[in-house]
């Protein structure tokens, strides 16, 4: 099995927001590098080994923003299952944004365009792939069992890929796209939903490979293994809830079933082959690090949105949050609009996807210190978003925003939780409190 890694190209970026450039600082030079759209740079941002963030108290900022005009948003944050509490948009966007207006609601990024130019988007840990896949096993076995109502859409999903011999398993299908990111065996990436609600995957598709809805808000409510094309090159499919044979053109469904936001793309996870040709450019590419796994964008969002990453340290240091689950996702995501990016809070994972879709960061994974802190890259800069990765059960557990480094260029980040306080070395947990594992890793969203 040929392994696949990034080139070297610009700087960092994927996602779709945008962010901003610091003229004082000197380019730092990346494990990879990406291609992204142009932006205007509009604030300042520096290295954490450079530089402080001055931090502004509440009553501060709100005297500075009460001295000009403020209307509230026409457009109104939909939180469909979060209470936030003191933790929120139209907070966070008055405050630091004073009448500008982001409109981050679920139509949003429902509506939103698309970018067709190619981009790497995530990158993991390890060096060659963890698992393979005997497409033909895999397929048969889904072929076999679509009906039998054992399991639901994910576990179906991961029973068909252990038949094939891939150690891959998990009953969500947010916590299986990321458990499939990090096994180094293939890349993913997001494909349109046709207008027939059909999808026509690439060439180098090949059955076994994973399908999953996305939803901006629930990340991916459904998962489909799949099998080949029918006449006209839409993909069939099987899959459990609903149960679905590959005799005809797998339709998605409209809406996500837990939100009912408009479901627009397909995230396709393609498994390294022998035979495999014609594969992006960004994924054929070599580069001296074996250590990443990659993740390919046919589809990302195209925002305008410059990133304070003053005003989102400020917006965090002034709303402290325990940092974990749903809470620190919405505290997360109010400081980053804050920032002036306008994410919508969910759950963890869906937020780690969010990002890595707004092409305005890079995502890699760093390995947690034996002392439970965590040495940052050279280039990591304060604003930066981290989430506290669990393996075993595939799904971020806490986010927090990055603040500076401490002498031994350990992590001091803003979560506030009994462990950390913002003002020391970032203490991870020790066991993951879902399932008991190791906690060994952070995911660094790093904004160029």
């Known amino acids: 099995m040929r392994k696949y890694k990034y080139t070297p190209v610009a700087l960092m970026g ?9 003229a004082a600082n000197e380019p730092r030079e990346l494990p990879y590098s990406i291609s992204i759209p142009e932006f205007d740079s509009t604030s300042s941002t520096s290295s954490i080994s450079q530089s402080t963030t001055t931090s502004t108290s509440t009553d501060e900022i709100k005297q500075t923003s009460s001295s000009e005009e403020v209307t509230k948003p026409d457009v109104y944050i939909w939180m469909p299952k979060y209470d936030t509490g003191i933790h ?6 008055v405050l630091y944004n004073s009448n500008t207006v982001y409109p981050v609601n679920r139509q949003y990024y429902a509506n939103l365009s698309t970018d067709s130019s190619p981009t790497v ?13 005997d497409r033909e096993k895999a397929a048969e076995y889904a072929q076999a069992h679509w009906n039998d109502n054992v399991g639901l859409c994910a576990q179906f999903a991961s029973t068909c890929l252990n038949a094939g011999g891939a150690n891959v398993y998990s009953t969500s299908s947010t916590a299986l796209a990321l458990k499939l990111m990090h096994t180094n065996a293939g890349f993913g990436q997001f494909i349109s939903v046709n207008d027939n609600r059909t999808v026509n995957l690439p060439e180098y598709a090949a059955p076994g490979d994973i399908v999953q809805c996305f939803c901006p808000y629930d990340a991916m409510p459904h998962t489909i293994i799949y099998i080949g094309n029918d006449e006209d090159g839409q993909m069939l499919g099987c899959s459990h809830n609903p149960a679905v044979s590959a005799e005809s053109a797998y339709e998605i469904q409209n809406h996500c079933p837990d939100c009912g936001t408009p479901i627009n793309e397909v995230f396709f996870f393609h498994f390294f082959d022998e035979s495999d040709e014609n594969l992006p450019t960004e994924v054929t590419d070599t580069v001296s690090d074996s250590s990443w796994v990659m993740m390919y964008e046919s589809g990302g969002y195209r925002l305008s949105a410059a990133y304070n990453r003053q005003n989102a340290v400020s917006y965090a240091k002034n709303h402290p949050a325990d940092g974990i689950g749903e809470r620190g996702a919405i505290s997360t995501s109010a400081a980053l609009v804050a920032g ?3 994410v919508e809070h969910s ?3 869906a937020l780690f996807f969010q990002l890595v879709k707004s092409r305005l960061c890079s995502a890699q994974c760093l390995t947690v210190n034996e002392n439970h802190t965590v040495t940052l890259p050279e280039y990591a800069h304060a604003g930066d978003v981290g989430f506290i990765y669990c393996r075993n059960d595939g799904m971020m557990l806490s986010s927090f925003i990055i603040d500076d480094v401490d002498e031994k260029s350990q992590m001091i980040a803003l979560s506030y939780d009994n462990v950390n306080n913002g003002t020391s070395a970032f203490l991870t947990d020790e066991i993951c409190p879902g399932c008991g594992s190791a906690i060994d890793e952070v995911i660094l969203c790093h904004f160029d």
């Open 340 to 342: 002036g990016i306008p």
């Open 88 to 93: 929120d948009f139209t907070t966070g966007n």
């Open 121 to 133: 988007l995530c990158s993991g840990i390890g060096g060659s792939a963890s698992l393979s896949l």
């Open 347 to 349: 759950f963890q994972s």
């Open 14 to 22: 994927i996602c779709a927001m945008i962010f901003s450039s610091c």
